[in-house]
């Protein structure tokens, strides 16, 4: 019987995906055999699916996330407004403590309400979150938040945490990195050395509780983001990306910038993400500031 119902409990999955994730291809492949093992190097739930947060790079080789260099990114130099010159940014202020892709039909906004996050460990550590709310789930990353953040990116952080929905929307950016995958993608997402004010190209939502400070970029409302997620969704598998959050140095004390936060995703294969498990808001946060 317990085999039965996990057999069970494995096909309603499969089937609640397919319908998610929609395209024919898909569909065709999650009616096949649940073993499909592009992650047999995984941790895999009973339901076939990977575990919360997805497994670290090396121990996994795919379906994983790691976190890359700050030098990686070119970012504003202390000189720039004189010289125009990037430089390769310090090590990231934030240091990432995990990515999640959870699948479901009605992404989550202000997901840090929800207690699975981060395999339900987020609340142990203040934490900077990043939530991309997509057509067909909720792509999470976590980031540490010292208690102090030195140098030129603590002043615009506390600058942007005092400051209000305009003025963070006019310094968010954004900048991705395709460091391997197929050449549709590359030009999708551009050559990664000029970063974008993401609240000029998304909706943007911010949420700010005493256990995390959170941003929401609600991909769903933009056709133009939508279309690059379409493209790079197709080909997740054989790709390797790095995402890079900045806040912009607008005067010469901010500078020279440095990447708040970063990670990396290694060949997702967003059939084998789980479920975004089901969430009842019991009103435990009716203090939250939301702007």
């Known amino acids: 019987a317990g085999d039965a119902e ?3 409990k494995q096909e ?3 089937r609640r995906k397919s319908s998610i994730l929609g395209s024919p291809e898909e569909k065709r492949r999650l009616s096949s ?4 093992s592009t992650v047999s190097d995984a941790v895999l739930g009973e339901d076939g699916s990977l575990s919360s947060p997805l497994p670290l790079w ?8 790691s976190e890359p260099e700050g030098s990686l990114f070119k970012v504003r130099g202390g000189n720039y407004f004189k010289d125009k010159v990037k430089v390769p940014s310090a090590p990231s202020a934030f240091a990432c403590r995990g990515v999640d892709l959870w699948l479901t039909d009605n992404a989550m906004s202000n997901i840090g309400r929800h207690p699975s996050m981060l395999g339900g460990k987020l609340s142990s550590e203040y934490t900077f979150i990043v939530n991309f709310l997509m057509p067909w789930g909720n792509l999470v990353s976590y980031y540490r938040i010292p208690d102090e953040v030195e140098g030129s990116v603590g002043k615009v952080w506390e600058r942007f945490l005092k400051g209000d929905q305009k003025y963070r929307d006019a310094r968010l950016k954004l900048l991705p990195v395709v460091v ?3 050449w549709i993608c590359q030009r999708a997402i551009g050559p990664g050395n000029a970063p974008a004010v993401i609240g000029k190209a998304l909706p943007v939502q ?6 995390y400070f959170e941003v929401d970029l609600v991909v769903m409302a933009s ?3 939508r279309g690059i997620l379409s493209i790079v969704k197709s080909h997740t598998k054989n790709i390797v990306i790095d995402l890079a959050f900045i806040i912009e140095g607008t005067e010469a004390e901010q500078l020279p910038e440095n990447v708040l936060a970063a990670f990396r995703l290694h060949n997702l294969d967003p059939d084998k993400c789980p479920m975004l498990p089901e969430f009842v808001d019991a009103g435990e946060h009716e203090d939250e500031e939301k702007e």
């Open 6 to 8: 996990k057999r069970s």
């Open 12 to 14: 309603s999955i499969r």
């Open 33 to 36: 055999t649940a073993t499909d």
């Open 58 to 65: 090396p121990a996994s080789s795919s379906n994983c996330w």
């Open 180 to 182: 391997e995958g197929p």
């Open 206 to 211: 911010y949420h700010s509780t005493d256990k």
């Open 223 to 225: 056709s133009v983001a």
